[in-house]
């Protein structure tokens, strides 16, 4: 729904409904060639349903000099499932059991963003967004302990870039300020708990010194965070020898890199080659750990690494 107060005012509201409830079934066969009698297999099947809601509100007020506005965005996204998963087990160690789930999930997002275009070649655009993310998860088990584990994250942002043009040349620089607080309980005990601030900056220079050639260098620093499933650390699935499940204590990864780029306009369109060098620190990736609970089992999870360029 937009509603156009005026001809420098629209508010905007979007809502969306999602709702799902399924089966999924599968079988996993152990085979002991040199020992038949040791064979067994799994039968899995899985009960769930969930429903997930979108709500979003946005306004935006234009100012009288072209492309002048200020623009207030909010995001609410709230998540509930529920599974009933059944193991069955033909021969072998295992005894039959049956693992209830419970996920709920809230996300806020708020963004509020300036652009003004203080000259024909110079602009300016400042914002805050902030990122308040709440997440329970229930286990319960016949069989294995039952287990509860909540993640609450909070983000706040404030950033700004400046960009100008000069004769053949071009530049923007900015930088994001960023407090990163989280906090995860696991069984009613603080199992992570961390809290920083950090700045990101970013360049671009560009140099365009005819119409069919254009140079561009660029620097900039980024955060990729984990997801819920890699810190989870209630197990998302499991097989006889293999159980998959979050590690709590991820760090988030940061990339440093720089980048030059040479663009040629040709007659029919352009082709571009570039050179770039990235560096991560403490790489977020997939691991095989032993798992000291199951003979010759492996805890299928996440970790970090050193550095990867």
Do not use: C, M
Request: proline letters at 4%; hydrophobic letters at 25%; glycine letters at 6%.
């Amino acid at each position: 729904l937009d509603y156009y107060i005026n001809d420098y005012n629209t508010v905007s509201f979007y809502t969306n409904q999602n709702l799902f409830d399924g089966i999924t079934d599968g079988t996993v066969d152990l085979q002991f060639f040199d020992d038949p009698s040791s064979n067994f297999s799994q039968e899995f099947l899985s009960d769930s349903d969930n429903l997930g809601s979108t709500y979003n509100f946005d306004y935006k007020h234009k100012f009288k000099k072209e492309g002048h506005n200020i623009e207030l965005e909010v995001d609410y996204n709230a998540f509930e499932s529920d599974s009933n998963d059944d193991f069955d087990f033909t021969g072998g160690p295992t005894p039959n059991y049956i693992d209830l789930i419970n996920n709920e999930r809230e996300n806020t997002t708020i963004n509020l963003d300036y652009v003004n275009p203080l000259t024909e070649k110079t602009k300016l655009e400042i914002g805050y967004e902030g990122r308040l993310r709440r997440t329970d998860n229930d286990y319960q088990s016949t069989l294995f302990d039952d287990s509860n584990y909540s993640y609450d994250r909070d983000i706040h942002a404030l950033y700004a870039t400046y960009g100008t043009n000069y004769e053949k040349w071009s530049y923007q620089f900015g930088a994001r300020l960023e407090s990163y607080q989280v906090e995860a309980i696991f069984n009613g005990e603080s199992v992570f708990e961390d809290d920083i601030l950090t700045v990101y900056p970013s360049a671009y220079l560009t140099y365009n010194p005819s119409e069919k050639n254009t140079y561009q260098l660029s620097y900039s620093r980024r955060v990729d965070r984990p997801g819920l499933n890699q810190v989870n650390p209630i197990r998302e699935w499991a097989t006889p020898r293999i159980t998959s499940r979050g590690n709590p204590e991820l760090d988030p990864q940061f990339t440093n890199s720089i980048e030059l780029n040479y663009t040629r306009r040709l007659k029919g369109g352009s082709v571009t080659g570039g050179v770039f060098y990235r560096i991560i620190n403490d790489e977020i990736n997939q691991t095989l750990i032993e798992d000291p609970t199951i003979e010759e089992g492996q805890i299928l999870t996440f970790d970090n690494f050193d550095n990867n360029s």
